[in-house]
């Protein structure tokens, strides 16, 4: 991991242009995931600064749209990052993981709802949270998990 961001440009033909690089964290990058809809792009360090950006325009790619400084995330904890790709619109616009706890924010980093995962009593569908499995999921499976947690 470092404090980098990689961009590649994947609608051109020639794949072998270098990526744009953005070193705009402080601390190393843990994840960070895009919305489709509007190309925009968030990403999270190990102490949980979050910077959201639009990749629309490659050339403004470096330009932070919204900075979260409010997510409590240690140093050590798992956490993952999911922008909102299921509901566009909707006021809980990012999903943050941090080890057992889901966090639903708006764009502006402002607690809409959270969670906390009960391993135990939760009949295994969280138990894929756990520090063994979650970094080899993708952003859609648990994406699902975690809306799974929210309806029951």
Request: glycine share 2%; net charge negative; aromatic share 8%.
């Amino acid at each position: 991991m470092d404090q980098s961001l990689k961009i590649w440009d994947l609608k051109q033909s020639n794949y072998e242009d270098d990526p744009i690089i953005i070193y705009d964290h402080d601390d190393e990058i843990a994840c960070a995931d895009i919305r489709k809809h509007d190309s925009f792009l968030a990403s999270m360090d190990i102490n949980g600064t979050c910077y959201i950006r639009s990749i629309a325009n490659l050339q403004d790619a470096e330009t932070i749209l919204y900075t979260i400084t409010s997510i409590p995330k240690d140093v050590d904890d798992y956490a993952r990052i999911l922008m909102n790709n299921e509901m566009p619109n909707a006021e809980g616009e990012l999903l943050v993981v941090i080890n057992d706890q889901i966090l639903v924010l708006d764009i502006n980093g402002r607690q809409v709802d959270s969670l906390q995962i009960d391993l135990d009593k939760n009949e295994g569908k969280a138990e894929l949270l756990s520090l063994q499995y979650v970094p080899v999921l993708d952003n859609k499976f648990l994406y699902k998990l975690v809306c799974n947690n929210f309806k029951s």
